[in-house]
Protein backbone atom coordinates (compact mmCIF):
# COMPACT_ATOMS: atom_id res chain seq x y z
CA UNK A 1 0.00 0.00 0.00
CA UNK A 2 1.44 3.26 -0.74
CA UNK A 3 2.38 5.98 2.14
CA UNK A 4 -0.16 8.59 1.89
CA UNK A 5 -2.82 5.80 2.65
CA UNK A 6 -4.06 5.90 -0.28
CA UNK A 7 -4.73 3.12 -2.53
CA UNK A 8 -5.94 4.56 -5.72
CA UNK A 9 -4.42 7.86 -6.95
CA UNK A 10 -5.04 9.75 -10.17
CA UNK A 11 -3.34 12.46 -11.17
CA UNK A 12 -4.52 13.84 -14.60
CA UNK A 13 -6.07 10.90 -16.42
CA UNK A 14 -7.04 11.03 -20.40
CA UNK A 15 -8.21 8.44 -22.36
CA UNK A 16 -9.12 8.97 -26.11
CA UNK A 17 -10.20 6.92 -28.04
CA UNK A 18 -9.34 7.18 -32.07
CA UNK A 19 -11.14 5.96 -35.29
CA UNK A 20 -8.74 3.83 -37.78
CA UNK A 21 -7.62 6.73 -39.18
CA UNK A 22 -6.28 7.91 -36.50
CA UNK A 23 -8.72 11.40 -36.03
CA UNK A 24 -10.15 11.44 -32.26
CA UNK A 25 -13.67 9.37 -31.86
CA UNK A 26 -14.35 10.61 -28.48
CA UNK A 27 -12.69 12.10 -25.46
CA UNK A 28 -14.27 9.52 -22.47
CA UNK A 29 -11.93 10.64 -19.80
CA UNK A 30 -10.16 14.97 -20.19
CA UNK A 31 -7.92 15.16 -17.33
CA UNK A 32 -9.44 12.82 -14.12
CA UNK A 33 -7.90 13.68 -10.44
CA UNK A 34 -8.97 11.14 -7.93
CA UNK A 35 -7.39 9.76 -4.57
CA UNK A 36 -9.13 7.35 -2.98
CA UNK A 37 -8.06 6.07 1.32
CA UNK A 38 -7.29 2.63 1.88
CA UNK A 39 -11.13 1.23 3.03
CA UNK A 40 -13.40 3.76 1.53
CA UNK A 41 -16.33 3.10 -0.47
CA UNK A 42 -16.79 5.52 -3.39
CA UNK A 43 -19.87 5.62 -5.55
CA UNK A 44 -18.97 6.85 -9.28
CA UNK A 45 -22.18 8.24 -10.61
CA UNK A 46 -23.07 10.35 -13.80
CA UNK A 47 -25.10 10.02 -16.27
CA UNK A 48 -24.49 7.51 -20.20
CA UNK A 49 -21.31 9.18 -21.74
CA UNK A 50 -20.00 10.49 -18.89
CA UNK A 51 -17.28 8.53 -18.19
CA UNK A 52 -18.26 6.01 -15.80
CA UNK A 53 -17.12 3.03 -17.21
CA UNK A 54 -14.12 4.39 -18.74
CA UNK A 55 -12.71 4.98 -15.57
CA UNK A 56 -13.92 1.85 -14.27
CA UNK A 57 -11.95 -0.18 -16.92
CA UNK A 58 -8.97 2.10 -16.01
CA UNK A 59 -9.17 1.58 -12.48
CA UNK A 60 -9.85 -2.23 -13.13
CA UNK A 61 -6.70 -2.45 -14.81
CA UNK A 62 -8.69 -3.38 -17.55
CA UNK A 63 -7.81 -0.81 -20.24
CA UNK A 64 -4.66 2.05 -19.77
CA UNK A 65 -5.05 5.73 -20.00
CA UNK A 66 -3.66 7.55 -22.55
CA UNK A 67 -2.14 10.00 -20.73
CA UNK A 68 -1.73 10.80 -16.67
CA UNK A 69 -0.70 8.50 -13.79
CA UNK A 70 -2.56 6.09 -12.04
CA UNK A 71 -1.21 4.21 -8.57
CA UNK A 72 -3.03 1.42 -7.17
CA UNK A 73 -1.84 -0.25 -3.95
CA UNK A 74 1.80 1.41 -4.47
CA UNK A 75 2.66 0.88 -8.07
CA UNK A 76 2.11 2.96 -10.77
CA UNK A 77 0.06 0.92 -13.35
CA UNK A 78 0.26 3.56 -15.95
CA UNK A 79 3.01 1.72 -18.40
CA UNK A 80 2.00 -1.64 -17.42
CA UNK A 81 1.94 -4.26 -20.13
CA UNK A 82 -1.10 -6.61 -20.47
CA UNK A 83 0.83 -9.38 -18.72
CA UNK A 84 1.99 -6.80 -15.45
CA UNK A 85 -1.66 -5.57 -15.45
CA UNK A 86 -3.21 -8.84 -15.52
CA UNK A 87 -1.07 -9.30 -12.29
CA UNK A 88 -2.32 -6.92 -11.09
CA UNK A 89 -5.60 -7.35 -11.53
CA UNK A 90 -5.21 -10.97 -10.19
CA UNK A 91 -4.09 -9.26 -6.66
CA UNK A 92 -5.49 -6.86 -5.85
CA UNK A 93 -8.79 -6.36 -7.80
CA UNK A 94 -12.50 -7.87 -7.53
CA UNK A 95 -14.97 -7.24 -10.25
CA UNK A 96 -18.99 -8.30 -9.98
CA UNK A 97 -21.33 -7.09 -12.73
CA UNK A 98 -24.29 -6.40 -13.06
CA UNK A 99 -25.23 -9.62 -15.33
CA UNK A 100 -23.28 -11.65 -12.65
CA UNK A 101 -21.24 -13.58 -15.63
CA UNK A 102 -20.46 -16.84 -14.09
CA UNK A 103 -19.90 -20.12 -16.08
CA UNK A 104 -22.99 -22.04 -16.21
CA UNK A 105 -21.79 -25.38 -16.57
CA UNK A 106 -20.00 -25.05 -13.31
CA UNK A 107 -21.58 -25.96 -9.94
CA UNK A 108 -21.03 -22.50 -7.96
CA UNK A 109 -18.11 -23.31 -5.89
CA UNK A 110 -16.15 -24.66 -9.24
CA UNK A 111 -17.10 -20.95 -10.58
CA UNK A 112 -15.55 -19.33 -6.88
CA UNK A 113 -12.40 -21.52 -7.34
CA UNK A 114 -11.71 -20.31 -11.07
CA UNK A 115 -9.63 -17.28 -10.00
CA UNK A 116 -7.72 -19.51 -7.38
CA UNK A 117 -7.03 -21.96 -10.66
CA UNK A 118 -5.34 -19.17 -12.53
CA UNK A 119 -3.13 -18.45 -9.52
CA UNK A 120 -2.42 -22.46 -9.36
CA UNK A 121 -3.94 -22.76 -6.39
CA UNK A 122 -3.37 -26.39 -5.30
CA UNK A 123 -7.60 -28.44 -5.96
CA UNK A 124 -7.92 -29.85 -2.39
CA UNK A 125 -7.01 -25.53 -1.09
CA UNK A 126 -9.53 -24.01 -3.99
CA UNK A 127 -12.20 -26.46 -2.60
CA UNK A 128 -11.80 -25.61 1.02
CA UNK A 129 -11.33 -21.79 0.06
CA UNK A 130 -14.60 -21.81 -2.52
CA UNK A 131 -16.62 -23.07 0.46
CA UNK A 132 -15.51 -21.07 3.17
CA UNK A 133 -15.92 -17.68 1.08
CA UNK A 134 -19.56 -19.22 -0.07
CA UNK A 135 -20.53 -19.81 3.59
CA UNK A 136 -19.26 -16.03 4.34
CA UNK A 137 -21.45 -14.89 1.73
CA UNK A 138 -24.64 -17.35 2.66
CA UNK A 139 -24.77 -19.63 0.47
CA UNK A 140 -23.45 -22.38 2.28
CA UNK A 141 -26.66 -24.54 1.77
CA UNK A 142 -26.14 -24.16 -2.36
CA UNK A 143 -23.00 -26.30 -2.87
CA UNK A 144 -23.56 -28.82 -5.71
CA UNK A 145 -25.59 -26.01 -7.40
CA UNK A 146 -25.55 -24.49 -11.15
CA UNK A 147 -26.05 -20.61 -11.15
CA UNK A 148 -29.65 -21.69 -13.34
CA UNK A 149 -30.59 -23.29 -10.10
CA UNK A 150 -30.36 -20.32 -8.22
CA UNK A 151 -32.43 -17.04 -7.71
CA UNK A 152 -30.83 -13.88 -9.15
CA UNK A 153 -30.03 -12.50 -5.68
CA UNK A 154 -27.86 -15.90 -4.72
CA UNK A 155 -26.13 -15.92 -8.18
CA UNK A 156 -24.68 -12.40 -7.29
CA UNK A 157 -23.45 -13.39 -3.63
CA UNK A 158 -21.87 -16.36 -5.82
CA UNK A 159 -20.46 -13.62 -8.12
CA UNK A 160 -19.41 -11.72 -4.90
CA UNK A 161 -17.69 -14.66 -3.31
CA UNK A 162 -15.51 -15.21 -6.41
CA UNK A 163 -14.40 -11.54 -6.53
CA UNK A 164 -13.16 -12.06 -2.56
CA UNK A 165 -11.86 -15.75 -2.74
CA UNK A 166 -8.41 -14.11 -3.64
CA UNK A 167 -8.45 -11.51 -0.49
CA UNK A 168 -8.18 -8.31 -2.91
CA UNK A 169 -7.81 -5.22 -1.33
CA UNK A 170 -10.41 -3.44 -3.93
CA UNK A 171 -14.07 -4.70 -4.98
CA UNK A 172 -15.07 -2.85 -8.28
CA UNK A 173 -18.54 -3.47 -8.67
CA UNK A 174 -20.79 -2.44 -12.27
CA UNK A 175 -24.10 -1.51 -11.13
CA UNK A 176 -24.65 -4.86 -8.82
CA UNK A 177 -27.74 -4.43 -8.10
CA UNK A 178 -29.35 -3.32 -11.53
CA UNK A 179 -30.67 -6.94 -12.13
CA UNK A 180 -32.04 -7.51 -8.75
CA UNK A 181 -35.07 -6.64 -7.21
CA UNK A 182 -34.71 -3.94 -4.04
CA UNK A 183 -34.76 -6.38 -0.61
CA UNK A 184 -32.44 -8.82 -2.96
CA UNK A 185 -30.68 -5.51 -3.65
CA UNK A 186 -30.82 -4.92 0.01
CA UNK A 187 -29.43 -7.73 1.10
CA UNK A 188 -26.17 -7.64 -1.39
CA UNK A 189 -26.03 -4.03 -0.21
CA UNK A 190 -26.00 -4.80 3.06
CA UNK A 191 -23.20 -7.70 2.54
CA UNK A 192 -21.34 -4.73 0.75
CA UNK A 193 -21.05 -2.93 4.07
CA UNK A 194 -20.33 -5.93 6.16
CA UNK A 195 -17.06 -6.08 3.96
CA UNK A 196 -16.64 -2.51 3.82
CA UNK A 197 -16.21 -2.77 7.37
CA UNK A 198 -14.00 -5.12 7.61
CA UNK A 199 -11.04 -2.68 5.32
CA UNK A 200 -12.16 -3.68 1.86
CA UNK A 201 -12.06 -0.53 -0.33
CA UNK A 202 -15.15 -0.87 -2.69
CA UNK A 203 -15.97 1.19 -5.53
CA UNK A 204 -19.40 1.20 -7.23
CA UNK A 205 -20.75 2.50 -10.59
CA UNK A 206 -24.04 3.14 -9.95
CA UNK A 207 -27.40 5.05 -11.63
CA UNK A 208 -29.29 4.67 -7.82
CA UNK A 209 -29.27 7.75 -5.68
CA UNK A 210 -30.02 5.58 -2.85
CA UNK A 211 -27.04 3.26 -3.66
CA UNK A 212 -24.39 6.50 -3.26
CA UNK A 213 -25.64 7.43 -0.22
CA UNK A 214 -24.74 4.66 1.18
CA UNK A 215 -21.08 4.72 0.10
CA UNK A 216 -18.64 7.10 2.03
CA UNK A 217 -18.03 9.50 -0.76
CA UNK A 218 -19.64 10.04 -4.40
CA UNK A 219 -18.11 11.18 -7.43
CA UNK A 220 -20.51 12.39 -10.22
CA UNK A 221 -18.82 12.34 -13.72
CA UNK A 222 -20.07 14.58 -16.27
CA UNK A 223 -18.29 15.05 -19.99
CA UNK A 224 -15.01 13.35 -18.50
CA UNK A 225 -14.03 15.17 -15.52
CA UNK A 226 -15.20 14.71 -11.62
CA UNK A 227 -18.39 17.31 -11.81
CA UNK A 228 -18.66 16.99 -8.37
CA UNK A 229 -16.97 15.19 -5.14
CA UNK A 230 -19.26 14.68 -2.15
CA UNK A 231 -18.57 13.30 1.43
CA UNK A 232 -21.77 11.41 2.51
CA UNK A 233 -22.94 11.35 6.03
Known sequence: M????????MKEIERVYYKPDGSVLVNALRGVDLNVPAGQSLAIMGPSGSGKSTLMNILGCLDQPTAGSFTIAGKDVSSFDDAELSLVRGQQIGFVFQSFNLIPQLTIEENVEVPLFYRRVKASKRKIEATAMLER????????HKPSE???GQQQRAAIARALVT???ILLADEPTGNLDSQTGEDIL??????????????VVTHDNEVGQRCDRTIHLL???IDRDTQNG
Do not use: A, H, Y
Not at 2 to 9: D, K
Not at 190 to 203: A, P, V
Open 2 to 9: SNNGNIVT
Open 137 to 144: VGLGDRMG
Open 150 to 152: LSG
Open 167 to 169: NPS
Open 190 to 203: QLFDEMNKEGLTIM
Open 223 to 225: DGL
